[in-house]
Every structure is written in C-alpha cells, then in structure tokens.
C-alpha cells in the first residue's frame, strides 16, 4: 500500500542560477520532496548562491533578457530596471498564490528536514564568508563533498 | 510728187535706219554676252556638279534619304495626338534644357564631373566613413538636396501611380489564390472538425479543467482496493473522506508506523476540519497556517511525507498543491 516506505529515495539538486525564476523551482522540488518522504539537499553555486546570501535573498530579480518565454523583447528586457520591474512582479503575483518567499522557502526546508550546501569555489569567486549566507546554509563544501553527499541521490541541475 | 512730199518720206526711213542701227546693236551685243556667258555657264555647271559630288561622297543625300526613313517611323509610331501633347510639353522641356544650362547649373556639373576625373585618388569609405563625411557642411547640403529631389520624385512618382488604374496588392491577390484563410485564433477549433462521412466519436477523455493550474488540481480519484468496506484509491488515500472515523484513523496510522498522541490527533482534526471547510485537502503549508503549528512540528510528528502521511491518516485525499 505504501510505496514510499519500500526504497528510500534521495535527490541532490544543484541550484547554478539567482534568477527568481531559477532558484524557485530548485526550492519547490526539493520542498515536494521531503513532503514526499524523500531526501533532498541543494547545492547553491555561481549566481545560485545569491539565494542564499543574505544581502541579495529579498532582492533577486527575473531574468528577461535573452528569455525567449518572456514576451519581451530582449532589447526593451536589457533595459536598466526592466530585471527589477519584472521581479516586482513576480513577487506580486506569488503573494497572490500566497507562495512563501525565497526567505520563508529556505526556512521551510530546512524545517522538513533538507540540507542546504554553499559552493566553496563560488564563495571565493564572489569573495563571500560564512557571515555573508542566511544562517540555513547549513556547510560550504567543495565539488567533491558534493558527490559523496549524493551517493545513491538523484541529481536534479537548475 | 514733189521734195516736200518726199520729206516725210525720207525722215522716216532716216527713223528706221536709227531704229534698224539699234536692233543690229543690240543683235551684236547679245551676241558677245552669249559668247562669254558660254563659257561661263559651263564652267559653273561642272563645279556644280563637282559639288555634288562631293556632297554626295560626304553622305549627306544618303544621311538625307534616311533622315526621310526615320521621319517616316517617327509618324507610324506616333499619332497626331501624341504630337500635340509634345507640343504643349515642348516649353516644359524648353525651361527644363534653360535650368540646366545656366551658368551655375552648369558649374556645378563641372565640379562634378570634375570629382569622377580624380576618382583615382577617392579611397574606399565604410559605413562609420559615411557617419563621419555626414558632418561636413557640404556633405550634408548634399544629402539634404538630394532628398529633396528624392522627395520630389517620389511624389511624382505617387501622382502617376494614383492616376494609374489601381492594380490589386499581392497580399489580395495571394488571398484570392489562396481562397478564404481561417485566423490565427481558430487554428485549434480546425483540428477538432472531423472529415465529413466519418461518424465523430464520443468524447473518449472528458475535457480537464485546464482553467486551474495543473499544480493544485485534485484529480478524480478512483477506487483500486476496497479493505474491510472502504474504498481506498492507488496512492493510499480514502476515496471517501466522510467513511472515516478515529478508529479507523487509529488502524491507518500503525499500518503508516505512526503512534498517535494527542498532537497528532489534534492536527488530524485540524486537517479534517479544513477539509470540510474547502473541499481541498490541506497540504503542510496550509496545516501551518490554519492548525497554528510549525513545519518543523508537522515533521516532528510524521518524519516521513508527513502532508501524506496525515492526510492517509485522516482520511483525506492526496494534499492539493506543491507546497
């Protein structure tokens, strides 16, 4: 009858991107997953640790320019404020759907039990420290970490 | 007869001797313009016809004779009317040949010609080349007179057109090649016309309600076992959450591993009470806001898919949403 409890299952999800519109769908399926029994940790890298850095996790914006599905076009999504706009109003309209925010998310996770990872090498890039994340981080690890973290995991790349 | 009578007689042939004297003069004199002129007549004649010939030899009656063949073509291939509109055009291209050929006009062709003689010495320009010349006056007194004429000719241009029979456009003529063209928007609405003479088929798959996003959408839940007189779907859940009591929730929750205390009592009412309030089954998100506890407690209490888990529990079905 219950299937879940039969092969425990594990996903690994690299979140490379800190767009709104990239970081969410790294935060949901790992949320689906510990609401599905299912093990799940995020690894933030390169621009995907803006979602969990503490200065910018309130202030991500959404990509539009070069964004096929954004119907605009990529001159007039270029344009200085146009990424802020847009993420305006994507906010608005998750507050809408009453979606957590990216902050009220990494709680959330956290709380049912998923494990968030910083990039070693992207902290360095972006000459971040430990006191630059949101306290939910839970250890920035190295490439290597990460697949002995994900041994039996499936990797999900956003 | 007397002398007397002899006088008169005698006067008048003195008369006609004078008279007789004139004429032989004259005979005599008309005589020797003859015999200089002769001469004269024919040598003109000969320098004449040398003449001629010359003439002759430079083509002119030959250029004449086709002068007459072309006249003849200019009248065949224009009619007396066309000629009459040349004639009324003539003091139009009269002032046209007049404006070209005032001395300023005329400077200004030279200059220019003047340019296409040093064409050797012009180097090549690029576009960013073409940026920069457009900041010489000149330049641009150029550019500016030359869209004047630009201008100017593209409205007469448009005036002939106006005046020309209105000619269809190639979209309307691709339109009537193409016959009648459905819009955009009904491209779908073709799809779903069967060919005439097929029977259509009842609708195999009722329509989903796409309206809902596909996230939150509870799907119809169908029976896949029935134990001890309850319906349960493939996912576990009951089919009918109005079937449940706590001893049943009770038995669902060993078989789920899961020792209720009163917490979770407490949440399963919660859940349950939600459930009858909105039709929709709470997912843990939900559960937060309306049961007053925390995610880390929902956890707490069921550690393994706890929405799930709970909603099995108290039988509810699968939690709606992605949260």
């Known amino acids: ?158 | 007869m007397t002398t007397n009578d002899l006088t008169p007689i005698l006067e008048r042939l003195d008369r006609m001797n004078a008279g007789l004297a004139y004429v032989v003069e004259r005979q005599r004199a008309q005589e020797e313009l003859l015999g200089e002129l002769v001469p004269i007549g024919r040598e003109a004649l000969t320098t004449a016809i040398g003449r001629l010939d010359a003439l002759d030899q430079k083509g002119y009656f030959r250029f004449a004779t086709e002068l007459a063949g072309v006249a003849q073509q200019v009248i065949e291939g224009f009619s007396p009317d066309d000629v009459r509109q040349l004639g009324d055009a003539i003091v139009k291209i009269l002032g046209a040949v007049r404006a070209l050929t005032q001395p300023e006009v005329l400077q200004i062709a030279v200059d220019a010609t003047q340019a296409l003689e040093d064409a050797d010495q012009v180097k090549p320009m690029g576009i960013f080349g073409m940026v920069r010349a457009t900041r010489n006056d000149d330049v641009q007194k150029g550019m500016a007179l030359m869209v004047e004429v630009l201008r100017r000719i593209g409205h007469g241009v448009n005036a002939l057109t106006e005046r020309a029979p209105k000619q269809l456009d190639k979209k309307a003529k691709l339109a009537e090649l193409l016959g009648p063209r459905s819009g955009k928007k009904r491209l779908g609405v073709e799809r779903l016309q069967l060919p005439a003479g097929r029977p259509a088929t009842p609708a195999a798959t009722p329509a989903p309600a796409a309206a809902a996003p596909a996230c939150s959408t509870p799907k119809p839940v169908t029976t896949a076992a029935v134990i001890d007189g309850i319906a349960y779907s493939a996912d576990g859940h009951m089919v009918d959450a109005s079937a449940w009591t706590p001893r049943l929730g009770e038995a669902i929750a060993q078989l789920q591993g899961v020792a209720l205390t009163p917490a979770h009592v407490a949440l399963i009412d919660a859940a349950r009470a939600d459930f009858v309030a909105n039709k929709v089954s709470p997912n843990i998100r939900r559960l937060t806001q309306v049961a007053g506890v925390t995610t880390k407690d929902i956890y707490l209490l069921f550690p393994k898919a706890p929405a799930r888990t709970l909603a099995k529990i108290a039988g509810l079905p699968k939690p709606a949403g992605c949260l």
């Open chain 1, 1 to 158: 009858m219950d299937k879940l409890t039969e092969t425990p299952r594990k996903v690994a999800i690299i979140c490379s991107k800190g767009g709104l519109d990239e970081v969410y769908p790294a935060l949901i399926l790992a949320n689906a997953a510990r609401q599905s029994g299912i093990e799940a940790f995020i690894f933030f890298t390169f621009w995907g640790l803006d979602a969990v850095t503490e200065k910018r996790v309130d202030h991500l914006h959404v990509n539009l320019a070069g964004n096929a599905a954004s119907n605009m076009p990529t001159l007039v999504g270029g344009l200085p404020g146009m990424e802020a706009l847009a993420g305006h109003m994507m906010k608005k309209q998750m507050a809408e759907l009453e979606l957590p925010t990216v902050r009220e998310m990494l709680e959330i996770l956290v709380d049912s039990g998923a494990e968030l990872y910083a990039c070693e090498l992207a902290m360095k890039m972006f000459k971040r420290t430990t006191e630059d994340l949101v306290p939910q981080v839970k250890e920035v690890i190295t490439a290597g970490d990460f697949y002995d973290l994900s041994t039996g995991a499936q990797i999900i790349f956003t």
